[in-house]
Nanobody, 129 residues
Framework: HVQLVESGGGSVQAGGSLRLSCVASGYTFGNLCMAWFRQRPGKEREDVATLYGMGYTCYGDSAKGRFTASQDDAANTIYLQMNNLRPEDTAVYYC????????????????????????WGQGTQVTVS
C-alpha cells in the first residue's frame, strides 16, 4: 500500500519560512500524481499545489508568489517551501497522491481540486503567529 508521511511543520512568526516534506513509499514514485492540501481551523480543505511531474506545478490562489512545490524523484519526496508566512496560513498541511500509470506524461495528472486524490498522509501542523 502507498504510504505518505509529512514532516517539517511547526510554529513560526509572521514573515518566517518553513519547508515541508512528504515521503512516499510502497509504490513506484513515477506512477504517482502528488499534491499538497491544507485545512485551516474551521474551514474546508483547500488545494495548495499540484505537482505534475514534468517540471510544471499548479498553485492554489493562496500559495501563488509565496510557496514553491518541488520533487526529488530519487528520494521519493515532494516539498513545499513556504515563505513570508501569514497568520492565515495556520493549518494542517497534507500531501496526497493518486495512482496513475502515466503520471510522468504531460497530461497524466489531474489538478488537486479534481477530487481524485485518494491517498493521504497524516498531516503536519503549521502555526503562524
Amino acid at each position: 500500500h502507498v504510504q505518505l508521511v509529512e514532516s517539517g511543520g511547526g510554529s513560526v512568526q509572521a514573515g518566517g519560512s518553513l519547508r515541508l516534506s512528504c515521503v512516499a513509499s510502497g509504490y513506484t514514485f513515477g506512477n504517482l500524481c502528488m499534491a499538497w492540501f491544507r485545512q485551516r481551523p474551521g474551514k474546508e480543505r483547500e488545494d495548495v499545489a499540484t505537482l505534475y511531474g514534468m517540471g510544471y506545478t499548479c498553485y492554489g490562489d493562496s500559495a501563488k508568489g509565496r510557496f514553491t512545490a518541488s520533487q526529488d524523484d530519487a528520494a521519493n519526496t515532494i516539498y513545499l517551501q513556504m515563505n513570508n508566512l501569514r497568520p492565515e496560513d495556520t493549518a494542517v498541511y497534507y500531501c496526497a497522491a493518486k495512482i496513475a500509470a502515466n503520471a510522468r506524461s504531460l497530461a497524466g495528472c489531474t489538478k488537486a481540486d479534481s477530487g481524485e486524490y485518494n491517498i493521504w498522509g497524516q498531516g503536519t501542523q503549521v502555526t503562524v503567529s
